[in-house]
């Protein structure tokens, strides 16, 4: 069954630190993963994509990392700031599958002052 | 480029009644979306469409129909709403797969049914 894994549920860390976001996943034939941020109330914003063949890439202070063999992503925030308060999505597409983009549940992350 | 638009961004339906919510893109994509997201969940995807005149079910597709006779539209269609259907929905849509693709995303509309 194809899933998409993420942990932790939710993390709270001070403002300045540096977290890492899990995901792990059971997509096949894989495609794609990307990672999406979602502020409250609003649609999901694209972070990050990344395919088979590449293992990081980042996006200002947010950096994702992919292991193909594993079935692993991370995201790693750098001196996070208050605005880093959302969801974050992990999203992992089947290729050929038009219909097979399969959603996490989400890191609920909180950045505190 | 105005990119996804979604209305409305709330409404209240009482159980049995039937309503609209449309969706709107302006950057000439093919693959159109309708996914919802309950709380703590992943987005489910209701309906997708490949290009004007055709559609598909996803994964939760009963209590909804969609047409896609533009290019620029998707509207989705509950006919006779649920509390089941109370979520909040998101259009999305894409250029022709790449692998590389970005899937843009609405604002989102709040559903209530009552």
């Known amino acids: 069954k194809n899933q998409v894994e993420q942990s932790p549920q939710s993390l709270i860390i001070l403002e300045g630190k540096n977290c890492t976001l899990q995901?792990?996943?059971?997509?096949?034939?894989?495609?794609?993963l990307r990672w999406y941020k979602q502020d409250t109330g609003r649609g999901p914003v694209s972070l990050t994509i990344?395919?088979?063949?590449?293992n990081t890439k980042s996006n200002g202070r947010y950096t994702a990392t992919l292991d193909a063999d594993t079935k692993q992503s991370s995201l790693h925030i750098t001196a996070s700031q208050l605005s880093d308060s959302a969801s974050y999505i992990c999203?992992?597409?089947?290729?050929?599958?038009?219909?097979?983009?399969?959603f996490g549940k989400g890191t609920r992350l909180h950045i505190l002052p | 480029n105005a990119g996804v638009t979604q209305t409305p961004k709330f409404r209240i339906l009482k159980i049995g009644q039937s309503m609209t919510l449309q969706c709107t893109q302006d950057?000439?994509?093919?693959?159109m979306y309708w996914y919802r997201q309950d709380p703590g969940m992943g987005l489910k995807l209701i309906y997708y469409?490949?290009?004007?005149?055709?559609?598909d079910k996803g994964e939760v597709p009963n209590g909804y129909n969609v047409s896609r006779s533009t290019t620029e539209d998707f509207p989705l269609r509950l006919e006779l709403a649920a509390p089941s259907q109370t979520s909040v929905y998101f259009c999305?849509?894409?250029?022709?797969?790449?692998?590389?693709?970005?899937?843009?995303f609405g604002e989102g509309s709040w559903l209530t049914v009552v």
């Open positions: 950057m000439n994509h093919n693959y």
């Open positions: 999203v992992v597409s089947a290729k050929n599958r038009d219909d097979k983009i399969i």
């Open positions: 469409s490949v290009g004007a005149g055709i559609t």
């Open positions: 999305a849509s894409r250029i022709i797969p790449g692998s590389s693709y970005t899937i843009y």
């Open positions: 995901c792990n996943y059971t997509v096949s034939p894989f495609s794609n």
């Open positions: 990344m395919t088979f063949s590449e």
